[in-house]
């Protein structure tokens, strides 16, 4: 369900790019920082443990060999670390299956006291080509390559496919919904399961939209304040809160995802200015609430989101407000929200270089393939979209030259497959013709297929602009893509 | 679609097995008239194809040498063999693809008059237990392990799944519907696209349904009469003939399949003896004339279908004159439409004992997984059900505790897979409880995962029934099957 899409309008403001004044911050200076102040910064950080373990209420042991009966977030998600962990006779554990065995960054997360200093999240950046580069993102569970597009999973499970299918397309991560999760199947049951991983078979790393998005868009009856959100599901009318410290509490501790997302207000454009910014200021402070949240988490990161419309003013305001604060790494919100591209684009220009080069910049719900590598043109590493998937299950098939709409008559004989360059069963081994043949006769297969190739399509396009971005041939590659485009929709 | 299946009602009335008497026909002598008889049938046959050669308006050159330049049927499905291949610029051939290459069986089939001397559609059968058997049946396609369960890829494709998913569950062949791939995409127009192999991807054997039983129970409008059935289009209306040299015209020539089911009618029972007679008399002349339609052709075989509703004498009539006949198979047709388990039983075990032993023989629409394990008791070969499909699509998993219905809020924490012990995603990677929220939230991955499960979870049951028949095992096998069926069902 991510963000939608739609740019009717067109405008030609120009860009406008600056280069924002270097801040030094946790994540700017974490080399030097750690030569000059390691030690201050561990006593700091233990004192902080300390005080998080010392919860009021623990009936705790003296002395730190009890530490490993606390309880493990895979049976008890919500309390984890908090009490003791005395195995019952109705608790399952970790079934086996053919899966690698857990990695030692995962089980330290376990027994955060024990973990060593903070190396999480490194993100190394391998070349650039003007403001594009590329690069790896490194989880606890895998690396994400980037410039990288993330398939959207709402509920879970990205729609019609199989997690082979969609590991086969190249993804390295996927997006789920908090939103949707918390409403069902319930963020404690997913705790209760053993985590979003666990519940959902995806064994890479996830990150979770924090669902101030949908509260926004999708929910009939909300009420919104400093504290929070207070909305009804639009399933069953149950009334449910979101405030900053839920949504960290949902995304980091319940479903227990790599990359969690601050929670957000995010207006639709266009919207009055004084509205635009009322709601930027208030992420702003929800984005502080969210960090003292998400704490010292060692293998989990938190990114934070510049809100501000397409006002450059704001954008900047919210950016420089953030990466003053510190964060794992940092969205840009609010954007394909309703506004043209040229001003989407323009909101880039402006607000990309505020961030620091050296974490990663995460797009929010965009977009087209053309709109991807206008972002990465711009220094974006990170996207999630629910194009691809969408428009498969509505018929239509991406490629170089824009959408394919299978219901056309004119593929009815086409014997050719939807690009038989692609490693992918559904662009290759189909031809058009069998494919527009099921989208008629409304089989299921088509929306799996479409949704399957176009999975496939996107990666690919991610690939091709990493390996055009450390061949230094970024540009050409953009010249020729934006050529192809304009032309096939003339 | 397939038959449909529904058993509202009990009986019980004893079964009658009787062993008719043998019969010298085309398949059950095959080796002594071939022996005794091969210069004069040699004669005949190519006697029938110059005929056959010597179509009017075909302006042949005269000798051998230019049967190679005969249009084959992937260029020219409708006069495949009957003109000149002269190929045009415009004309696309076979693709290349990461398949086996084309079988010396399937080129032969391009040229029918250099063929050899008829052993089409070999049959063995290498164990029985009781009237159980357990063997192979070959085509120019590939092998088809008995007893088998076909998958309903009704417009060409299994619903929801890949050509290779469908193909990972163990299925050797897919089953069609004549009915629905004449109304859209055509068969013509899958013949232009070189046959519903090419078409569907499916490089496997394929039978069709002969779209008899399809224009009786869609089709709004139709005359029936000696002739064959004229009906209007479920889709857009438009007038259709159905004759039975048409049905074959469709599936041998156009589609090109290697199974042929002969064009019968099918009345839903309930239904008065007079009608059931009438419309058991009318499909045994509807037999001759498809065998006369059919003709010699070499890799390609035709089966008959008994009729004759829950009758036993009607379904002798049916069963004896068609044997006299001589097909390549013989189909149990007319059940699972309405009758009870227990009547559908007693008429197979009046009829399976008068078709040929040597012959396959194939009980169509037929079912859930205890009617097929009562119905290789009583010696039935082949199978085709739309029910693991259409339950799948419905939230409904198969196992040999009858279904799991995963819309059962029972299921919302359950972490065990469906079946760890099968070799499919589907049913042993994921958990019941992420299987019933996706169920739940009405996610498009729910219908193709329950109904991979499904398909995997039959042919898996195949198999063990093959084993245990070749173990001489089958009723010890049948007898706990039927056990854990019934204390399922208290």
Same mark, same amino acid.
């Given at each position: 369900m991510a963000r939608?899409?739609?740019?009717?309008?067109r405008a030609d403001q120009p860009s406008q790019a600056r280069r924002a004044p270097r801040r030094r911050n946790r994540h700017d200076g974490a080399e030097d920082a750690r030569v000059r102040g390691e030690r201050g910064r561990r006593a700091e950080r233990d004192l902080r443990r300390d005080r998080h373990l010392h919860h009021p209420g623990l009936p705790l042991p003296r002395g730190r060999w009890a530490l490993d009966q606390f309880s493990p977030a895979a049976l008890d998600a919500v309390h984890a670390h908090r009490r003791l962990h005395r195995p019952g006779a109705r608790q399952g554990g970790?079934? @086996?299956?053919?899966?690698?065995? =857990? *990695?030692?960054?995962? =089980?330290?997360?376990?027994? @955060?006291? =024990?973990?060593e200093p903070a190396v999480s999240f490194p993100f190394a950046i391998d070349a650039t080509d003007g403001a594009a580069r590329t690069g790896a993102l490194t989880t606890s569970r895998g690396v994400i390559r980037t410039p990288?597009?993330? @398939?959207?999973?709402?509920?879970?499970?990205?729609?019609?496919?199989?997690?082979?299918?969609?590991?086969?397309?190249?993804a390295d991560i996927m997006l789920a919904n908090t939103y949707h999760l918390m409403l069902r199947p319930g963020a404690e049951r997913v705790a209760r399961l053993g985590g979003l991983h666990a519940f959902s078979s995806w064994d890479g790393p996830i990150i979770t939209d924090s669902g101030g998005y949908q509260v926004m868009s999708l929910a009939k009856l909300r009420t919104l304040s400093e504290t929070g959100v207070v909305f009804r599901s639009h399933i069953d009318g149950a009334a449910y809160e979101l405030t900053p410290e839920r949504a960290v509490e949902i995304q980091a501790d319940l479903l227990g995802v790599d990359i969690i997302m601050q929670l957000d207000e995010c207006p639709a454009l266009p919207a009055p200015r004084a509205e635009v910014e009322t709601a930027m200021e208030r992420s702003l402070r929800w984005a502080v609430r969210c960090k003292r949240a998400f704490g010292q988490r060692q293998t989990q990161n938190l990114f934070a989101i510049v809100q501000g419309g397409v006002d450059e003013s704001l954008r900047r305001r919210s950016a420089e407000a953030l990466v003053a604060e510190g964060f794992d790494g940092y969205a840009v919100g609010g954007l394909a929200v309703g506004e043209p591209q040229a001003e989407m684009l323009r909101t880039l220009d402006a607000t990309v270089p505020l961030l620091p080069r050296e974490r990663p910049r995460y797009l929010m719900g965009v977009g087209k393939p053309i709109d991807l590598v206008e972002a990465v043109a711009r220094g974006i590493d990170m996207f999630d979209c629910v194009i691809p998937t969408r428009s498969g299950r509505h018929g239509q098939a991406w490629s170089d030259a824009g959408p394919i709409n299978l219901k056309n008559a004119r593929y009815a004989e086409d014997r050719a497959?939807?690009?038989?360059?692609?490693?992918?069963?559904? *662009?290759?081994?189909? *031809?058009?013709?069998?494919?527009?043949?099921?989208?008629?006769?409304?089989?299921?297969?088509?929306?799996v297929a479409l949704s399957w190739h176009n999975l496939a399509y996107y990666q690919r396009l991610m690939q091709r602009m990493r390996e055009a971005i450390a061949a230094r041939a970024f540009g050409d590659f953009a010249a020729a893509f934006r050529e192809r485009w304009a032309r096939a929709a003339d």
């Open positions: 939608d899409q739609r740019r009717d309008r970790v079934r @086996p299956r053919d899966r690698a065995a =857990l *990695s030692l960054l995962f =089980l330290r997360r376990r027994v @955060p006291l =024990l973990a990288a597009f993330m @398939p959207v999973g709402t509920a879970g499970g990205v729609k019609g496919l199989s997690v082979a299918q969609v590991k086969s397309t190249g497959p939807l690009d038989e360059g692609l490693d992918c069963p559904a *662009s290759r081994d189909y *031809s058009k013709a069998f494919l527009h043949h099921l989208v008629k006769s409304e089989e299921l297969f088509a929306q």
